[in-house]
């Protein structure tokens, strides 16, 4: 058998989570599924909004596709909805989650590695990440990216490939049950941010209810205080 990988005695990375996590999209998801809904003479509710985030946008493809009763494909159904909610934040502005725009630029500042893991289209991540006030990230893994979204562990693990270490030194930053199942099981510690939906907490999780005041130092200090909990998990 193989020998097992030396355990991990620094961060060298931060992956992070866009909507909800990196700004606060979920009300113009929110707002172009009661539109479709409209449009379609369907009903739509808050409840139905919120089994949606974090998901797979296939997945919420189909259950849109049968909570409406459409006749398209899931895939279109995801174009549309896609593009209702480039249509929302172009009219609304992007709304960033307190601290994080701070914590991506301190980061950066600080020479941390970061990358963004979501499960949003490109043409809807360039139009966020073009909308940035500060920072950048070294990597980014879109929901077009790999074929098993979350809460499948492939987008992480592919993140932690691209900036070349291990998931395992890596933090990851979510705000959804699925988005934070993902990243366990890829092998991060987990902070997570809770946003519209309550989060389980688990030995590899931390949870704070901000990232206003998080700096890249306390997330090196987060990340030795539980990196011996996170270990992947069967993938």
């Known amino acids: 058998m193989p020998a097992e990988p030396p355990s991990p005695t620094e961060l060298r990375a931060v992956l992070f989570d866009m909507d909800g996590t990196l700004c606060d999209t979920e009300p113009a998801w929110m707002t ?10 369907s009903s739509w509710t808050y409840e139905d909004g919120l089994r949606l985030v974090g998901n797979n946008l296939i997945d919420a493809g189909v259950y849109i596709k049968e909570r409406m009763n459409l006749p398209q494909s899931p895939a ?31 980061c950066n500042d600080a020479g941390l590695p970061t990358g963004l893991v979501t499960m949003s289209y ?38 932690a490939d691209l900036l070349g270490v291990r998931p395992e030194e890596t933090v990851a930053i979510e705000d959804s049950p699925t988005g934070a199942d993902s990243a366990e099981v890829a092998g991060c510690v987990v902070l997570v941010v809770p ?9 590899a999780r931390v949870v704070v209810p901000t990232l206003a005041g998080v700096s890249p130092d306390g997330l090196k200090r987060l990340f030795l205080e539980y990196s011996d909990m996170a270990r992947p998990a069967e993938r």
């Open 195 to 203: 946003n519209h939906v309550e989060v389980p907490i688990t030995p």
């Open 32 to 41: 172009a599924e009661h539109a479709m809904a409209e449009k379609y003479g």
């Open 76 to 106: 279109d159904v995801v174009e549309e909805l896609v593009d209702g909610v480039v249509s929302v934040m172009a009219e609304q502005g992007v709304r960033w989650c307190p601290g994080a725009v701070e914590l991506l630029a301190a």
């Open 122 to 159: 490109d043409r809807f991540v360039t139009a966020i990440l073009e909308a940035l006030p500060a920072g950048r990230f070294d990597v980014g893994v879109t929901g077009e990216s790999v074929t098993r979204g979350k809460p499948a562990p492939d987008a992480y693990l592919m993140a």
